[in-house]
C-alpha cells in the first residue's frame, strides 16, 4: 500500500521511459499536481492488474492516474473517489503544452493508448473535464 505521499508529479510513483506491473496494490490519499497517485511518462506501459485500486487520490490533472505518451493496461482494477480539482493553482505544463486543472478525475490520458477489461470506475470527479476520465489525443 501507498497512502498519504505527495510530490509534484505522480504523488506515490512516477514510472519514465519504463514498464510496470502491479497487482493487489493499493495506491490511496496520494496528493501531486498531476497524477494523484502514478505519473507515466515517455514511452512508459503499466499494467495495473486484479487486486489493484487507485482510491481517493488527488490532483488537478488525473486525480488518480496522469499519463503523458504511455501505454496503460487495466485489468480487473477499481479506480474510486479520485479527485481532480480546478483552482488558481498555475496550470500543469508538460513538453511547452499548457493544461487546465480540473481533468480526468480518475485517469488524464495525453498521447496514449489506453485498454481497460473489467475495470471498475466508481465516483470520480473532476472540476472541469471527464469526471471518470479525459483523454486527448488518445485511443481507448
Known amino acids: 500500500m501507498l497512502a498519504s505521499t505527495q510530490a509534484e508529479h505522480g504523488g506515490a510513483v512516477i514510472i519514465n521511459n519504463s514498464t510496470a506491473s502491479l497487482r493487489h496494490t493499493t495506491f490511496t490519499s496520494n ?7 502514478i505519473t507515466t511518462y515517455a514511452g512508459s506501459i ?3 492488474g486484479p487486486g489493484s485500486s487507485i482510491t481517493g487520490n488527488t490532483a488537478f490533472i488525473g486525480g488518480g492516474v496522469a499519463a503523458y505518451d504511455s501505454q496503460l493496461i487495466l ?17 500543469a505544463v508538460k513538453f511547452m503544452e ?3 486543472a480540473g481533468l480526468g478525475g480518475a485517469l488524464f490520458a495525453l498521447d496514449c493508448s489506453v485498454r481497460a477489461a ?23
Do not use: E
Not at 485489468?75 to 496550470?91: D, E, G, I, Q, R
Not at 473489467?118 to 481507448?140: M, T, V
Open 46 to 48: 503499466l499494467s495495473l
Open 98 to 100: 499548457v493544461l487546465p
Open 31 to 37: 496528493t501531486a499536481v498531476a497524477g494523484g497517485a
Open 75 to 91: 485489468t480487473a482494477c477499481t479506480l474510486a473517489s479520485n479527485k481532480a480539482p480546478a483552482t488558481s493553482v498555475a496550470p
Open 118 to 140: 473489467g475495470a471498475r470506475w466508481l465516483n470520480n470527479s473532476a472540476d472541469g473535464f471527464g469526471g471518470g476520465g479525459y483523454l486527448q489525443r488518445s485511443a481507448l
